[in-house]
């Protein structure tokens, strides 16, 4: 495993410390909350650890509070139902006495049934295209913090980068995504690895039409919920195409939709994630007009 890979499997190697109970300890990174992917891989690893059978299929989160990247972060499972096919988890993340994050997810033991799924689009493989390392050099005075961190999935972007794209455009992303490096065999492991990389693009596609940007001092955004769906099994350290789209915004909210192919084209998960995505509304200065 690359140094960045070695540290997000540790990142994910939760301190059991009491029945049902675990601990999970934070990047030495300059953040101002935790980052959403942390958590919902982390109460994962939590819920897995409680399974004795079948492979994560589901998961429903709902971010409740901003998390604190100073203090260790306690996960509680609820052991809600041990099934013969499948096993039901409810994990609760848990800082200064209070709920940050909530998670349920579903265990299944794989069974013979219909398949079917929609087609992969048709994309540039990953190796023709720059990582996303190269294609920020020319802003790395900008973004000290970002090139000290520590960055455990390659990221390859097809078309423009969405941070750095002029005006408005379609709502819609794609990119391929690998662990960088090679990752054990552990199936569990590799669902909370794309668990991990899932929170990082999903709602910059809600932005894609519209000429707002993260910083803009009138703009206020944060994922509220997270939903992933495991259809077929994959490695999270070999290539994945992830395409995103936004149907819709509105209300405050924006909603995306995010499917996870392999190389050979099916389709392994399918997300949805919804978003905070409220203006601030500018109080007039001082003497200003009524």
């Known amino acids: 495993m690359s140094e960045s890979l070695d540290f997000l499997v540790d990142l994910l190697d ?12 934070q990047p030495n990174e300059e953040r101002q909350r935790v ?9 994962l690893v939590a819920a897995g650890r409680t399974v004795e059978h079948g492979r994560v299929h589901s998961l429903h989160s709902y971010f409740l509070r901003p998390g604190d990247p100073t203090v ?13 096919s499948f096993t039901t988890r409810r994990v609760v993340a848990i800082q200064h006495g209070r709920a940050i994050f909530n998670l349920e997810t579903s265990f299944h033991d794989l069974e013979e049934g219909i398949e079917h799924q929609v087609p ?15 294609r920020l050099q020319p802003y790395k005075e900008e973004m000290v913090d970002w090139f000290e961190r520590p960055h455990p999935i390659d990221q390859r972007h097809i078309g423009e980068l969405p941070w750095h794209r002029v005006g408005a455009g379609e709502a819609l992303q794609q990119l391929w995504i690998r662990a960088d490096g090679t990752l054990p065999d552990d199936p569990l492991l590799h669902a909370c690895v794309a668990t991990y990389a899932s929170d990082m693009s999903m709602l910059d596609t809600v932005l894609m039409p519209h000429e707002i940007r993260w910083h803009d001092v009138d703009f206020m955004g944060a994922t509220l919920d997270h939903c992933m769906w495991f259809h077929r099994s994959f490695r999270a350290d070999e290539w994945m195409l992830f395409a995103m789209d936004s149907p819709a915004a509105a209300g405050g909210r924006g909603f995306a939709r995010g499917f996870l192919y392999d190389r050979d084209g099916r389709l392994c998960v399918s997300l949805a994630q919804e978003g905070l995505t409220r203006m601030r509304t500018r109080r007039p200065a001082e003497g200003a007009g009524s």
């Open 35 to 43: 980052f959403g992917g942390q958590v919902a891989a982390q109460a």
């Open 72 to 84: 260790p972060i306690l996960y509680e499972v609820d052991r809600i139902r041990d099934g013969r």
């Open 120 to 134: 992969m689009p048709e994309v540039p493989d990953p190796e023709s295209l720059p990582t996303l390392f190269e």
């Open 14 to 25: 939760l301190e059991p410390i009491e029945v049902n109970i675990f601990r999970g300890t």
